[in-house]
């Protein structure tokens, strides 16, 4: 029960296909390049600028959040009650047909 089993692959019960016939291929040397001459350096790119958040952007990135955060709230709320209102009215169309059924 404990130990796992291996599948076993099945031999084949068909005509098998032989292998593709492979042609020998000679390879040339091609045309050697000259290797490029050096190369100077690369000039280093300019540094960006460091992000620098002023009072008045820091307040708008809170308030931004804020309302990202209380809009998801609102709409994952909203959806937990559209479950809880569609449970609700599923239980008591299966009571009053279960009632309607019993009476017969």
Do not use: D, E, N, Y
């Not at 307040?59 to 209380?70: D, Q, R, S, W």
């Amino acid at each position: 029960m404990f130990r796992p089993k291996i599948p076993t692959m099945p031999q084949p019960t068909g005509p098998a296909t032989p292998p593709a016939v492979v042609q020998p291929v000679t390879v040339l040397p091609g045309a050697l390049t000259p290797q490029p001459a050096t190369v100077p350096p690369a000039v280093p790119a300019p540094s960006r600028p460091a992000v620098q958040l002023t009072p008045g952007t820091a307040l708008a990135l809170v308030g931004g959040g804020t309302a990202v955060v209380l809009v998801v709230g609102a709409v994952l709320v909203s959806m937990l009650l559209a479950v809880a209102i569609t449970a609700t009215s599923v239980t008591v169309c299966a009571v009053v047909a279960r009632s309607l059924l019993t009476r017969r």
